[in-house]
């Protein structure tokens, strides 16, 4: 059964509440944070709260926890979970206004829910992403506004596609809720500006700087085309191949050997957390 935490309180999710007056509905204001747990433990904890602490910062949100208190709390949460492995989500509201615009005290929830991971033949044979001509508002913050990805809901399932690269002027950015790289030979490059840093991103450019030669900087749509391999990361994602970008098929429909030794070198980090 999974739980959360709101505001020094924890109940199962069924029994949690939220009053109409929170800001994170009535202006949506508000941020959250996720991360998934390997043999029971928060997985990269220490960079994750800092995530959510520089988010929190950056929207003028007051954290209203530690970091020893939520640790306790994520260690609750997961036990009460009876799982070998949960995931867990943060999120941090302007809190109950009464007049829809003043913020007195933020909400915090903390809820444990399950991993909903990637289908295994994604791996084999990529994914398709279709292209939007958007940037994210405050790209760096894990904010609650997701309303462009909502919105490309049935294009993207119309096109029988998985998610949304968005693009700007020329350039990519990242897909709707992961980072995104490519190879060009044995160079590994992903964008740096207008994208969320994400946390497997800095894990798999850790580990990628022994192998390859590394740049990060602008990236322009056009050079995906041409790229050897692409792919995308994120805590569920972890390295996924993609295969093909709206109408045009990449490195020839082929999961790259290079993709595939990332993501063998991620699956053996995360195998003995």
Request: a positive charge; glycine letters at 6%; one cysteine or more.
């Amino acid at each position: 059964m999974h739980h959360c935490y709101l505001n020094g309180n924890i109940c199962p999710v069924e029994e949690t509440n939220i009053h109409i007056t929170d800001l994170g509905l009535l202006r949506g204001y508000g941020l959250f944070d996720y991360f998934i747990t390997y043999n029971g433990r928060p997985f990269q904890w220490d960079l994750y709260w800092e995530r959510y602490e520089r988010s929190a910062k950056l929207m003028c949100l007051p954290n209203p926890i530690s970091k020893e208190e939520a640790n306790k709390v994520v260690l609750s949460l997961i036990e009460k979970s009876g799982l070998d492995n949960c995931a867990i989500r943060f999120i941090l509201t302007g809190g109950y206004s009464s007049d829809s615009m003043s913020m007195t005290k933020p909400n915090l929830l903390i809820i444990s829910e399950d991993i909903h991971p990637v289908k295994p033949q994604d791996y084999e044979t990529g994914i398709k992403v279709i292209t939007h001509d958007y940037v994210r508002d405050l790209p760096e913050i894990k904010s609650i506004d997701y309303k462009h990805l909502m919105i490309l809901q049935a294009d993207i399932k119309a096109a029988n596609a998985t998610d949304v690269l968005f693009h700007k002027r020329g350039y990519i950015s990242e897909l709707s809720r992961s980072n995104v790289f490519l190879f060009k030979g044995d160079t590994l490059i992903t964008p740096n500006r207008k994208v969320l840093r994400g946390i497997t991103r800095r894990f798999v450019l850790e580990l990628a700087k022994s192998h390859f030669k590394i740049e990060e900087r602008n990236v322009e749509l056009k050079e995906l085309f041409t790229a050897d391999e692409v792919f995308t990361t994120s805590t569920t994602k972890r390295v996924l191949p993609i295969t093909q970008i709206d109408k045009s098929i990449l490195s020839n429909g082929k999961i790259g050997i290079k993709t595939k030794f990332l993501l063998d070198l991620v699956n053996e980090k995360v195998k003995n957390w």
